[in-house]
């Protein structure tokens, strides 16, 4: 709310600004979701959202506050309070088959150096682990080895029981910002420009202890990771903060593909106050991925685009598709995907596919989104190239939810309840499909009736 | 004040118009006589009566054992109130219409004092001449220094209109009996407070004359006692005994059931309700209530005095207050609860009658009225206590209180004259049922009255001009209507009231002159308070009281009958299903067990079971009769008493019906408004007409208020009609302005267009400035919104545009209004510019009219099972969604947009059904993905 009226002020620029902004009018016939919750009970900034299952998600932000919620009903069932500071990291752990108790734990890191375990189910603080030197930035779970790790200026590794297995020598100060899972025991960190593979060696017959080791460092991005994820069981992609995507294969640790076209340099050559602007770097820097089996979905600056794995490039691109950085981005399984970000929107695209038999000009629908006369076609130029000999898809602005006032951290998708924000504006909302909680509560009325016995059905 | 409109019916024939009005008026015998007040300011709604009081007000009096029947105080507190009405004198009335005054001290057989724990009786009573109507509420309260150990008490609702009290009988008398008990509780817990001490005190006595008589003994040794020394004994010897007696009284009052505690818990509870400021009083008491015995064993360390044994004169000493009587903490809980009656009551009989009508129908609408009434009112709930707590409670009675078991005395005693004075005084001792049904009989039987009482009233009008001085009526006894209802033959003769009944009763009835008493109704409490108050009555004094069966009352009344005429009495009483009581409001009684007869036979037999006895002309004498009757039926003084000095002829009841049935009948029934007139002159009345002081006295002007600036809201602008849409299909309205009050205004009058979420107050703000958050929208469904001029104005709009697809936006100051398009027939008709309505409660009650409507369609498009629910499994949504479509379209009638207002009417619907379980369901935000537009005036 604030940031909108600080923001105020300027709104007149800010629109002119935003023209090449697709938007959509108050007539979404698309977007199912008609029916919202406010929810309120953090006092700062959310920024993590996490299922616990088909119902659950718990929220943590820099209120250092943990609350499981009901995502049906929008009930908060637990606040877990223990953090003195900001959460930095949150996961859950989930138990083995093996084990008897089949309690889910949550793993919250935090700026005060520690890191806690909680019961999701009864709110507990089963463990509290505050012998760390420095921030935990990022947690991972091994599943199959049954320990999870912890990732900031070192690397820890931790089993179920929260005994310390092993640790790495000291990284880096900026620590590590992402982790993940790679086969043959292996772990990618990404710790500033590069990207460390770390193997675990779990104890054998002739070992009794765990250990760590560090494989081989890459460094081909030419500036921050900011983003890293796996794709399939053959390659993981990282993204920087200049607009470099790189997809490596997951087993020899080699670039399969390497994509800048995010960051046009031709751009920089431009005059135009207004580009160079909004061109800034921070523009084109990847924040977030997500992947399906064919694409992966990159939140570029303001921008989204969709890299087509096999086809190596840039298969659909939405440049402006937000007034601000767009923060996170998610797959939905219907080929729709959401994005939010800093301009306290979610958006939900649909990408279609369109059969592109002759080289014509791509529509401008597409394009115009891109702004004015000479940066236009030049902008437009390599993606003309592309399409030329294949299937082209299009991003399409098919609903856009409105509600928060400040940058919308991060969403989460309930296949049954709908959508669930979290924004720096200490809310959570709960988006929900009109209709179909409209025929779920008729149905829950009638069985309430026919508990009551109040239920006559005509013969 | 009869005028213009009736005038002009009888002129204006179609000649007339076509003429110069140049004739003269009428000829004076076809003139319409004005209103003879109308010079005094007064209207012919005005009140008939000659009442010195501006209004209704409470009475607590006290028969002091020292100076008599005295007032105590008045709620409220207030001169005015009362004016020139001369309380100490009606307190008088009052109390000597006690028919259940208890007898405590030592009954025959009983070694000690006993304890009676005495129902209040109630009393409803006219006094023509002060123009004050009744209802007479009794109860007993202990006091260890008062003779007998009681102080009877009693608590009246005074009003000038006699139809108020009568009609809300039921009401007051369960109001009433809420603050008896509160009162009673108290002191009990008072009076065993008392007694310890007082076992304290005799304690101490016992053991220092004990010593003194034992130090004498040594002292004379010589082998015979001095007189000294026997008069110590004997001094001792009767503190025992008064140690005796006290335990046994301390035993006694502990005693007292735990479960009717728990009834007075729950009247506490209830006056948590409706007395905020009682509120600490009642939760402390309730706690006390929980920890009586404890309270009752335990008291602060008292030292104890030497009781003298020559205790002091009665008239020496000072009896205790109301007050210390009770605890203070349930003296005040009390004054609340008769304040709370003397708010619920205020105002004219049909206002309360119209209320309560109203209140009983949207009961019955229950899954539907939260969205528009705003009632949430406490004695809704209270009602709704009351149902449900006899039900529980009959079932856990004890067996021995039916009537099988607990033979029903009855007696039926008219006392009557018709030559100058009459005296009629029904008693009838019931032991009700308590079910449910009863007194949903008992309502029906009441709300039957009101022929009768009109005609009652016009009777007693009529002979008003041979009457004068002071009269007191006593209409009927209570337990009465308890025997009315006693089969459901009986009911249903209620409902049809022949001519015959009513005219035997009417003539039979009382004329009133000097020093006549008339009650007209005593209650004793058993028939109308929760069972969960009576059914615990230890029965000491019922047993007493209900010694005697059927039998004996018709023995009793054989006896009262002069000899020539008892057999003839008791024939007619034998075969006598109904009774018609003359005097009675409450009508005609039966026993039950037979069939009643046909309607002549009926009104004959009737008045054979009323025994007339002519008039009394002491007053003192009155009471004594009075009380004798209540307390001892069977009680042969008063059996003699009553008869003393009657012509056997006037006992005789057919022929007070031969002498007067023909002669009063077409009287009775053709008399019209100007006998009302005439008795109001002849009682002189410089009455001021009651001021009608409703209970929701500002909610009404409220209502009124926010009636007219809808109505003028809806005549200024011509984009009314979307506006109301958006309130009512559940989009937020945000009024922008920058004058506070106008805002304020049209927020308040928009109001009434706003669904409602549950019980609690409707969604509006009326005034909030910005910044404006999402949490507001789910919130608030009408938000009044300041207009800032400073720069953060501008963000405050752009905020507002940011959130358009949630609200439609009402620009005061520029008269312009941003919201979806509405092109549906419900509005329009709900808010039609031409309208001619001109009030503003009439505007708002049309509303509520049109939203019974609305609601009526919400309900049966939320609970048809089809509608929403596949018929079987194959069926499809889109299906369904057509089903649903044509369900709107077809049978509801609705058209465009008014389809979102019910579906938006059923969503609330259905959370507030499902809000009933358990689990907080929060008010959810609804948007249509629906373009604006911007209206212009």
């Not at chain 1, 979701?33 to 718990?58: P, S």
């Not at chain 1, 340099?265 to 800034?280: A, F, N, V």
């Not at chain 2, 004198?89 to 007898?103: C, K």
Request: with cysteine; glycine share 6%; proline share 5%.
């Amino acid at each position: 709310m604030l940031r909108w009226l600080i923001g105020g002020g300027r709104e007149p620029q800010g629109l002119a600004e935003k023209s090449p902004l697709q938007t959509i009018g108050e007539e979404q016939t698309q977007n199912p979701y008609t029916e919202l919750l406010v929810l309120k009970a953090h006092h700062d900034i959310v920024r993590f959202l996490v299922q616990l299952d088909d119902y659950r998600f718990a929220s943590a932000g820099d209120d250092g506050i943990v609350i499981v919620w009901n995502a049906q009903t929008g009930e908060k069932l637990l606040e877990l309070c223990g953090h003195t500071q900001k959460i930095t990291a949150i996961i859950t752990f989930t138990s083995l088959e093996s084990c008897e108790e089949k309690n889910q734990l949550i793993l919250t890191a935090s700026a005060d150096k520690t890191v806690i375990v909680w019961d999701s189910n009864t709110g507990r603080q089963v463990q509290r682990i505050s012998c760390f030197q420095s921030t935990v930035k990022c947690l991972t779970v091994l599943q199959r080895l049954d320990v999870w790790l912890s990732g900031g200026n070192d690397l820890c590794v931790w089993n179920r029981k929260l005994d310390l297995l092993c640790k790495t020598s000291h990284l880096s100060d900026t620590g590590i910002t992402a982790l993940v899972e790679i086969p043959k025991n292996c772990v990618v960190a990404a710790v500033g420009k590069e990207l460390i593979i770390f193997r675990l060696v779990a104890p054998t017959e002739g070992s009794l202890g765990w250990d760590i080791l560090e494989v081989k460092r890459l460094l081909d991005h030419q500036d921050n990771i900011l983003s890293l994820v796996n794709v399939n069981d053959l390659s993981f992609v990282t993204g920087s903060h200049v607009g470099e995507l790189i997809v490596w294969d997951v087993l020899d640790w080699t670039m399969q593909a390497y994509e800048r076209n995010f960051w046009d340099p031709s751009l920089q050559l431009d005059t135009q106050q207004e580009i160079r602007l909004c061109q800034k770097s921070n523009d084109i820097s990847i924040h977030h991925f997500t992947c399906d089996e064919e694409n992966v979905f990159a939140a570029v600056g303001r921008g989204l685009y969709v890299y087509n794995l096999q086809m190596k490039r840039v298969i659909a691109c939405q440049k402006t598709a937000h007034d601000s950085n767009v923060l996170h981005i998610d797959k939905l399984p219907n080929r729709q995907l959401i994005s939010c970000s800093e301009d306290g929107s979610v958006r939900i695209w649909e990408l279609r596919e369109k059969q592109q038999l002759t080289a014509e000009p791509v529509p401008t629908g597409f394009f115009n989104m891109w702004g004015f006369g000479r940066v236009n076609k030049q902008a437009s130029q390599p993606v003309k190239k592309q399409q030329e000999n294949a299937t082209s898809c299009s991003l399409e602005l098919i609903g856009d939810l409105i509600g928060h006032s400040s940058s919308v951290e991060m969403f989460l998708y309930f296949e049954d309840h709908g959508l669930v924000t979290c924004s720096a504006d200490h809310l959570i909302i709960l988006w929900k499909n009109g209709q179909r909680e409209s025929g779920l509560r008729s149905l829950k009325l009638f069985q309430k009736l026919e508990e009551n016995g109040d239920l006559y059905l005509a013969v | 004040m009869i005028s213009a409109p009736d005038v002009v019916a009888f002129t204006k024939e179609d000649e007339y118009e076509e003429e110069p009005y140049n004739e003269p008026a009428l000829p004076e015998e076809y003139s319409v006589p004005l209103f003879p007040f109308a010079s005094q300011g007064a209207n012919p709604w005005s009140k008939l009566s000659g009442a010195k009081f501006s209004r209704d007000f409470i009475l607590i009096s006290e028969f002091s054992e020292q100076v008599g029947p005295q007032p105590l105080l008045t709620i409220p507190n207030d001169t005015k109130v009362f004016g020139t009405f001369d309380l100490n004198y009606f307190s008088l009335r009052i109390m000597s219409v006690d028919y259940q005054a208890s007898f405590v001290g030592h009954p025959p057989g009983s070694a000690y004092p006993k304890l009676n724990f005495v129902e209040d009786s109630k009393v409803v009573l006219g006094d023509s001449k002060e123009g004050a109507f009744a209802y007479v509420h009794h109860l007993t309260l202990y006091d260890l220094e008062a003779r007998g150990f009681v102080r009877p008490f009693c608590m009246a609702y005074i009003s000038s209109d006699q139809h108020k009290i009568m009609q809300q009988f039921q009401e007051l008398s369960a109001e009433f009996s809420k603050a008896s008990e509160c009162l009673k509780t108290g002191n009990r817990k008072a009076f065993a407070g008392e007694l310890e001490k007082k076992l304290k005190d005799l304690d101490y006595t016992r053991t220092v004359l004990h010593t003194e008589t034992e130090i004498q003994k040594k002292a004379n040794d010589k082998g015979f006692y001095s007189s000294q020394a026997i008069e110590k004994a004997n001094e001792l010897a009767s503190v025992e005994k008064s140690i005796i007696e006290h335990q046994d009284l301390l035993k006694q009052i502990r005693s007292y059931p735990h479960r009717k505690l728990k009834g007075s818990d729950l009247c506490s509870g209830e006056v948590v309700h409706t007395q905020d400021q009682a509120d600490q009083a009642s939760t402390t008491s309730n706690h006390d209530e929980s920890a009586n015995t404890d309270l009752y064993a335990c008291r602060p360390a008292y030292t104890p005095k030497l009781i003298k044994a020559k205790s002091t004169k009665c008239f020496d000493k000072k009896l205790k207050t109301l007050e210390e009587l009770c605890d203070t903490e349930y003296f005040t809980q009390t004054l609340a609860q008769l304040s709370h009656i003397e708010h619920m009551f205020r105002g004219d009989l049909c206002y309360l009658l119209t209320s309560q009508i109203d209140r009983a129908l949207l009961k019955q609408q229950h899954i539907t009225n939260f969205l528009f009434e705003d009632f949430v009112e406490v004695d809704d709930r209270m009602v709704e206590k009351q149902e449900s707590i006899p039900s529980k409670s009959s079932q856990d009675r004890p067996r021995s209180m039916s009537p099988e078991e607990c033979p029903i005395p009855k007696v039926l005693i008219s006392v009557g004259s018709y030559k100058s004075s009459v005296e009629s005084v029904l008693i009838k001792m019931e032991q009700e049922l308590g079910d449910e049904e009863y007194k949903e009989v008992e309502v029906t039987e009441l709300s039957s009255f009101d022929p009768q009482g009109n005609l009652d009233y016009l009777d007693m009008d009529m002979k008003g001009s041979i009457s004068s001085g002071e009269s007191i009526e006593v209409l009927g006894t209570e337990k009465s209507t308890s025997v009315l209802s006693k089969s459901d033959s009986q009911a249903s003769l209620t409902v049809p009231l022949s001519p015959q009944v009513v005219r035997s009763k009417a003539v039979s009835h009382r004329t009133i002159s000097e020093d006549s008493i008339e009650v007209l109704s005593t209650c004793p409490s058993e028939a109308l308070i929760p069972d969960d108050f009576k059914a615990s009555y230890p029965s000491a004094i019922n047993e007493e009281s209900y010694a005697d069966d059927n039998e004996g009352a018709i023995h009793f009344q054989a006896n009262v009958s002069p000899p020539e005429l008892g057999e003839a009495e008791e024939g007619s009483l034998e075969n006598t299903p109904s009774q018609i009581d003359s005097s009675c409001c409450i009508g005609k009684e039966s026993d039950g067990q037979l069939v009643p007869l046909s309607a002549p036979v009926h009104t004959h037999s009737g008045e054979h079971g009323v025994v007339s006895i002519p008039p009394q002309r002491h007053r003192q004498k009155d009471q004594g009769f009075h009380m004798d009757f209540s307390v001892e039926n069977t009680n042969p003084s008063s059996q003699d008493n009553s008869c003393e000095g009657f012509p056997a002829c006037e006992l005789d009841p057919s022929h007070l019906l031969a002498s007067r049935d023909v002669s009063k009948t077409s009287l009775d029934y053709y008399s019209d408004t100007t006998s009302h007139m005439s008795s109001v002159a002849s009682t002189s009345s410089d009455r001021i007409p009651s001021s009608a002081h409703p209970a929701g006295l500002s909610s009404e002007r409220h209502k009124k208020r926010a009636g007219q600036n809808a109505l003028r809201f809806i005549r200024q602008y011509p984009f009314a009609h979307p506006a109301i849409y958006s309130l009512l299909s559940g989009r937020t309205l945000v009024i922008l302005g920058e004058d506070e009050s106008i805002v304020r205004k049209l927020v308040t009058a928009l109001s009434i267009f706003v669904p409602n979420y549950g019980c609690y107050a409707k969604p509006v703000k009326h005034w909030a400035s910005p910044p404006l958050h999402i949490m507001d929208f789910q919130k608030w469904k009408l938000i009044g919104l300041q207009r800032v001029a400073s720069p953060a104005g501008a963000g405050t709009l752009h905020a507002l545009s940011r959130y358009s697809r949630y609200t439609s936006i009402l620009d005061l100051d520029n008269k312009t209004l941003r919201c979806p398009l509405y092109r549906g027939t419900l509005v329009p008709r709900l808010a039609d510019h031409r309208t001619q309505i001109k009030r503003g409660s009439t505007y708002y009650l049309h509303v509520q009219s049109m939203f019974t409507q609305l609601c009526s369609k919400a309900f049966l498009y939320t609970f048809c099972h089809h509608l929403h629910l596949p018929t079987h499994d194959k069926e499809t949504e889109q299906l369904l969604a057509s089903r649903q479509a044509s369900f709107l379209k077809l049978n509801l009638g609705l058209v465009n947009e008014d389809v979102r207002v019910v579906q938006y009417l059923a969503e609330l619907l259905k959370l507030r059904y499902m809000q009933e379980s358990p689990g907080t369901s929060h008010p959810m935000l609804r948007c249509d993905y629906v373009p604006s537009f911007l209206y212009k005036i």
